[in-house]
């Protein structure tokens, strides 16, 4: 079974509008991390935001915020004013504490387009 | 502070022959994790090392091996390239202990092309 799901392939957004990416997951592990990534052309994976499973708000960094409903296990973000830079390819991923190190597992991601 | 840097940036080679991609990690990090990302999709954990020891390894044959070295740094060893393990190479960099929370740093990653 799939432990992370993203469901939207592509997305378009207008400048300045906000969007939000899905992802759910799945996992049996009591304790474990929650990681968007964004992966602009160059390649490079850069750090958006986390959520541990034990935090009991939501997580925001800047423009990005992290939905969390753990009982539905899913895990959403939400980039609020997009602006052009944003295009690109936007991963999820986890981590569960009873792997032995620190393996993420990720979805298979979801294209943003902005528009101007 | 120089991040995860990865060499060669790019590099084609034909089916059989092998190929070795270096990885130097974040300082003060002292755990590398390769990953293969096909085109179109997530990357996959290839494995992971520690204290120059693999500590955890994902579904990849044993045409894939690794090493790290006592400065950290890693190397990613593929025999017998196969089409199909044309993709890009991602190494990523942490600090062990940090749990669940720890941050991976990646580098740009190696795109390999088997021709």
């Known amino acids: 079974a799939q432990k992370i799901t993203q469901t939207q392939p592509g997305m378009f957004v207008q400048e300045k509008e906000a969007v939000t990416l899905d992802c759910t997951y799945d996992t049996s592990d009591p304790s474990y991390g929650l990681f968007w990534y964004k992966q602009p052309s160059s390649g490079e994976m850069i750090f958006l935001i986390y959520q541990g499973s034990y935090d009991q708000q939501n997580a925001t960094e800047g423009r990005y915020s992290l939905n969390f409903q753990k009982a539905r296990k899913s895990a959403n973000l939400v980039i609020s004013a997009s602006q052009l830079g944003d295009s690109a390819m936007y991963f999820c991923a986890m981590r569960e504490y009873n792997n032995a190190g620190n393996m993420l597992t990720f979805g298979g991601g979801t294209r943003l387009m902005v528009k101007p | 502070d120089a991040g995860v840097t990865q060499s060669p940036t790019h590099l084609i080679k034909t089916r059989g022959q092998q190929v070795t991609l270096r990885c130097s990690p974040k300082?003060?990090?002292?755990?590398v994790s390769w990953y293969q990302q096909a085109l179109g999709q997530g990357p996959q954990f290839i494995f992971q090392y520690y204290e120059e020891e693999e500590r955890q390894r994902g579904n990849f044959p044993d045409r894939f091996s690794g090493h790290q070295f006592p400065n950290y740094s890693s190397e990613l060893n593929v025999n017998a390239l196969l089409l199909g393990d044309s993709a890009l190479y991602l190494c990523?960099?942490?600090?062990?202990?940090?749990?669940?929370?720890?941050?991976?740093?990646f580098g740009e990653g190696s795109r390999l092309t088997v021709l």
């Open positions: 990523a960099s942490s600090l062990t202990g940090t749990g669940v929370a720890g941050e991976l740093f």
């Open positions: 300082s003060g990090h002292d755990t």
